[in-house]
């Protein structure tokens, strides 16, 4: 079974102690990475953090619990 994923969405996910947030639908743009409070542009593309071994998406919950911005 095929999953779509709708144009221009966002997840999150850890690897080891660095967050990122990823496109789903833009494996080949750039991610960013949680910092100071905020998200910081990063050269890393999405799909390398999304194919990552240690890879681990977090749930809406874990995001708010982090008080990670939208």
Known sequence: MM???PPG???VFRVR???FRVWMDRPEACAEFF???EWVWTPIPSGSIIE???AEELSAE???ILRLPG
């Open 3 to 5: 999953t779509l994923t």
């Open 9 to 11: 969405e966002r997840r």
């Open 17 to 19: 102690e660095s967050v």
């Open 35 to 37: 910092k100071s409070g």
């Open 52 to 54: 990552h071994p240690l």
């Open 62 to 64: 874990e995001t708010h």
